[in-house]
């Protein structure tokens, strides 16, 4: 027997708090790996520069809730500068600043993930974002510095109870069972059933991801305890969630939970009743443009039931739609956003914009990301010396793999990219015509089915190319593939402006 098994309390040393434990099976699934990759690499790229700015284009255009918030949020009365709307999510974000793209980013990550696992979770991911956009708006009307972090605290303030619900979907019954047929309070029935409350499971998973430590603040703050004014606005946020939309709650009821609300908070969260009713507008709004689905006539019930319950509690000053809207399906604006995309990289091709050329570049390889859409875009370079042609920046799923492997020799040994960048004409395979040889080795080598090259000539001399593929589906019709070259060739007017400068 070891001496240290003779210790009293050592066996009991030796096993995990309920917390970790809980926190290390979460660790080892299946898809969680992959959220928390997501959300720490969206949360490590700290800075406003171009790499930082390319990072985050790659995780926001992955998702189109997350492209929607980001042009919608430069958009806001908040943000916007010019009197044309923004339409492009690079543009948006270099307006924004990489720590509030990153920001509502890991928000918006975290309710992807969760929201498409059961109604239940959805459930659960739809009040933490009303929550989220209270907090916002009520950050907003207090002026507080920064919006975008409260928002981002409300999200997460209920992450342990989105954790167990999704990771531990029976003890989470349970824990529902406890409180709707036993009458237990929710703290004594998460107590039983796990051990610790849902707020201990949040906060070790926060620090597991690296977020700020106002997030772990937020999910423990209380209306007499609020370690600064944003842990004040995301407690408060949160609660006027759970009185607002408790289910199968009475009008009455539900007047009554939120004046008990507004007179524990009203101390540190100088609102009127008025403004409140703003708040819960405003958060409405902004949930359902992303909540509702178009094709699932739940969502738009619910909305109407969020929207009925707020205005019972706060009035006429609550004036929020009742979700007979909703955004418009990606396909039947494809068109129309290729114009506006298109209208929008004009603007700055013209070095008087004052926008640098990596911004137009950036913005440009979004225009034919979204536009085309295309999996993956590649701006390609020749060195100064002229003897390689090496991958610069690039945008789409898997691009950053992508990047390292295009560096190619200008010579006979540089392959199908070379050649018909020097071939002077865009080209898309295999629709324009069917793979040479060297085409079909290294499309199969790489494993691409189809691409498209669009060389870049400025003044006269061939500078680089831009690159284009689909990993799956048809071949673009010819629209497409024009459209493609028309942004490649305000990539040109852009770089000839700015030389000739």
Request: charged letters at 20%; aromatic letters at 6%; proline letters at 5%.
């Amino acid at each position: 027997m070891a001496p240290t098994d003779l210790l009293p309390g050592a066996a009991q040393a030796a096993e995990p708090s309920p917390v970790r434990a809980r926190l290390t099976r979460i660790l080892e699934g299946a898809e969680f790996p992959a959220l928390s990759k997501q959300i720490i690499d969206t949360l490590s790229a700290l800075d406003d520069d171009a790499n930082s700015l390319q990072r985050l284009a790659n995780v926001v255009l992955r998702e189109y809730s997350l492209t929607l918030s980001v042009v919608k949020t430069a958009n806001s009365v908040h943000y916007r500068r010019g009197a044309r709307p923004i339409q492009s999510a690079t543009h948006a974000m270099m307006m924004l600043g990489a720590r509030t793209v990153r920001q509502l980013a890991g928000s918006l990550l975290l309710f992807e993930n969760y929201a498409r696992k059961s109604p239940e979770l959805k459930e659960l991911m739809l009040l933490s974002l009303l929550t989220a956009n209270h907090a916002r708006a009520a950050a907003t009307r207090l002026q507080l510095q920064d919006p975008e972090e409260a928002h981002l605290c409300g999200m997460f303030r209920n992450l342990g109870e989105v954790l167990i619900a999704g990771h531990f979907p029976e003890d989470y019954q349970r824990i529902r069972a406890l409180i709707r047929d036993d009458g237990r309070s929710e703290t004594a029935a998460v107590k039983m059933v796990l051990g610790f409350p849902y707020v201990d499971l949040g906060a070790e998973v926060a620090r597991h991801w690296g977020m700020p430590d106002a997030v772990v603040q937020g999910m423990r703050a209380r209306a007499a305890a609020s370690a600064s004014q944003v842990a004040a606005v995301t407690a408060f946020s949160h609660e006027l969630t759970q009185a607002l939309y408790k289910l199968d709650a009475s009008d009455t009821d539900i007047a009554a939970a939120v004046d008990q609300v507004l007179s524990q908070h009203g101390a540190k969260v100088k609102l009127t009743r008025e403004q409140i009713g703003g708040v819960v507008t405003d958060a409405l709004e902004e949930t359902r443009e992303l909540f509702i689905n178009p094709g699932i006539s739940t969502d738009r019930l619910r909305f109407r039931q969020l929207a009925t319950a707020a205005r019972a509690a706060l009035g006429d000053s609550v004036t929020a739609q009742e979700g007979d809207g909703g955004q418009e399906p990606h396909a039947a604006t494809e068109l129309t956003l290729r114009a506006r995309l298109r209208l929008e990289l004009e603007d700055i091709v013209d070095p008087a914009s004052g926008v640098a050329i990596g911004a137009v570049l950036l913005q440009a390889l979004e225009a034919i990301v979204r536009g085309g859409p295309f999996d993956r875009v590649v701006a390609c370079f020749l060195t100064a010396d002229r003897l390689s042609l090496v991958a610069r920046t690039g945008l789409g799923d898997g691009v950053e793999q992508l990047i390292p492997q295009f560096e190619f020799p200008v010579s006979v040994r540089g392959g199908p990219i070379v050649a018909l960048t020097q071939q002077r004409q865009a080209v898309y395979l295999p629709s324009d015509r069917s793979f040479s040889t060297l085409e079909m080795r290294w499309v199969q080598q790489m494993g691409i089915p189809q691409f498209g090259v669009f060389p870049l000539i400025v003044l006269g001399k061939v500078v680089g190319c831009i690159y284009a593929d689909r990993l799956a589906g048809p071949v673009p019709d010819r629209a497409t593939v024009r459209f493609a070259k028309s942004i490649a060739e305000l990539i040109v007017d852009a770089i000839g402006r700015r030389r000739n400068a």
